[in-house]
């Protein structure tokens, strides 16, 4: 299995300003992913970061809005930049661990103002 | 591309009752699928994860199915209790560790 933690937990954010989430894991991992939650929406996949190369973004996401480090096999950080209110979700890192069960952290509640 | 959905969205129950989520996919070429719980303000928790060479697996009062060729899933919760109530998500993986996730089936048991 695998542990998880967030930081910040939650944070209120002004329009055009940049947040920076942490994501540490209590174990080395190869792939770190980081999600999105809108508000009554499911979860969508920013990008998965894997340890010594850029991160991977899906369709919609780009490295300029949404920055990803990984420095090493245990943390990664999503900077969430420009903000606007549009931006306003839940962000969830995760990992896979143990086989292919996924864990997630317990999410980064932004709200942009 | 592969669509996630659950039905049905929301669902309230007495204490007691066997209950049925389901879940279905638009692309049967799946590696495998995962049932998630979600508790507000906090994140996702696994629950069961099958295998798409599995037709089932179990744990507890959970059970899972899964017909991969009819892109379909169920989970079975038997003798619901009020700590059961939560967001219940699905989730399928192409077999590159990236899940797509199902709109989620909000559940309340009421004692």
């Known amino acids: 299995s695998a542990v998880i933690s967030q930081k910040p937990s939650r944070d209120i954010c002004q329009r055009g300003t940049s947040l920076t989430i942490q994501c540490q894991v209590d174990?080395?991992?190869?792939?770190m992913f980081w999600y999105r939650q809108q508000p009554g929406q499911s979860l969508t996949l920013i990008a998965t970061?894997?340890?010594?190369?850029?991160?991977?973004?899906e369709s919609g996401f780009v490295i300029d809005k949404f920055p990803i480090s990984r420095p090493n096999l245990t943390f990664s950080t999503l900077t969430v930049s420009n903000m606007s209110p549009e931006d306003s979700s839940i962000y969830l890192c995760?990992?896979?661990?143990?086989?292919?069960?996924?864990?997630f952290g317990p999410g980064t509640r932004l709200l942009v103002l | 591309k592969q669509e996630v959905t659950q039905i049905p969205a929301a669902l309230s129950v007495p204490e007691g009752e066997n209950l049925v989520l389901n879940c279905s996919f638009t692309?049967?070429?799946?590696?495998?699928l995962q049932w998630f719980r979600q508790d507000p303000g906090k994140g996702l928790t696994s629950l069961l994860l099958?295998?798409?060479?599995?037709r089932e697996q179990t744990s507890g009062r959970l059970n899972a199915s899964l017909d991969k060729s009819s892109g379909r899933s169920t989970l079975y919760i038997a003798a619901s209790q009020p700590g059961d109530s939560a967001t219940y998500l699905c989730?399928?993986?192409?077999?590159?560790?990236?899940?797509?996730f199902g709109t989620g089936t909000r559940l309340k048991v009421l004692a």
């Open positions: 995760s990992v896979v661990s143990g086989g292919e069960t996924q864990y």
């Open positions: 970061a894997n340890q010594g190369s850029e991160a991977t973004y």
């Open positions: 692309d049967s070429a799946i590696y495998n």
């Open positions: 989730a399928v993986s192409s077999g590159t560790y990236k899940y797509i």
């Open positions: 099958i295998q798409s060479s599995q």
């Open positions: 174990s080395q991992v190869t792939m």
